[in-house]
């Protein structure tokens, strides 16, 4: 089955520098790969996404690249501010098959120190 | 509308018991899926319900099961609770089983004694 590794398991930044967390999977028929984040005690929000027909997606200061021939995806966050301070899951998962299963990556817990 | 909610948010049970936690997903959708989540395993899926039939299963033991009813609202219920059975469980609604966005409920805290 499916299996997302996913780096570094932690990461602190200064404000505004930019931060790259990567992860990489290993089904070939993966086609969309989202981005969720989750603060303390709080449920995961689906912050970006990509499909495998997309090569790269902004929404303002966040952008995800994919490399369907590498199979490893990327989330850039740039300009940092102390509230991106959370965990952050990349997944994977085969879309438009009737498989609505989400795998996941082991969390990246990014620190963003004023 | 109103996001998925989850009933109750906290729990706490001694080993050898059973317990159910609900889901109501997000008006409309009619997928729910079923994850755990503890410090240890991350994120793993335990189940996924569509239209009233489990549509995918994961890597959990028959002590973890689930029901999805008509109106979409799901249920999943562990018997003869075990010590690691501690965890977060979340749902998860999308508007079919062939759409993207999975939308995350605030989560059920199993702790079990």
């Known amino acids: 089955g499916e299996n997302v590794e996913q780096h570094p398991s932690t990461l602190s930044v200064q404000e505004g520098d930019s931060a790259v967390i990567k992860c990489t999977y290993s089904?070939?028929?993966?086609?969309?790969f989202p981005w969720y984040k989750q603060e303390l005690g709080k449920r995961p929000q689906l912050i970006i996404d990509?499909?495998?027909?997309?090569g790269e997606k902004k929404d303002q200061r966040i952008a995800v690249t994919l490399n369907k021939t590498a199979k490893h995806f990327s989330l850039h966050i740039t300009e940092t501010q102390p509230e991106d301070s959370a965990v952050y899951f990349c997944?994977?998962?085969?879309?438009?098959?009737?498989?609505?299963?989400?795998?996941f990556g082991t969390g990246t817990r990014l620190l963003v120190s004023p | 509308k109103a996001g998925v909610t989850q009933t109750p948010r906290y729990l706490i049970k001694t080993r050898g018991q059973q317990v159910t936690l609900s889901c109501s997903p997000i008006s409309g959708h009619r997928s729910v899926s079923w994850y755990q989540q503890t410090p240890g395993q991350g994120l793993q899926f335990l189940f996924e319900?569509?239209?009233?039939?489990?549509?995918n299963k994961g890597n959990f033991p028959g002590r973890f099961s689930g029901r999805q009813f008509s109106n979409s609202r799901s249920e999943m219920n562990v018997s003869t609770l075990e010590l690691g059975d501690s965890a977060l469980y979340l749902c998860?609604?999308?508007?079919?089983?062939?759409?993207?966005?999975?939308?995350f409920g605030p989560g059920t805290r199993l702790t079990v004694l």
């Open positions: 319900y569509f239209s009233e039939t489990q549509r």
């Open positions: 998860a609604s999308s508007s079919d089983a062939y759409t993207d966005t999975q939308y």
């Open positions: 089904d070939s028929a993966s086609n969309y």
């Open positions: 997944a994977a998962s085969k879309i438009h098959t009737g498989f609505q299963k989400l795998v």
């Open positions: 990509i499909r495998s027909n997309v």
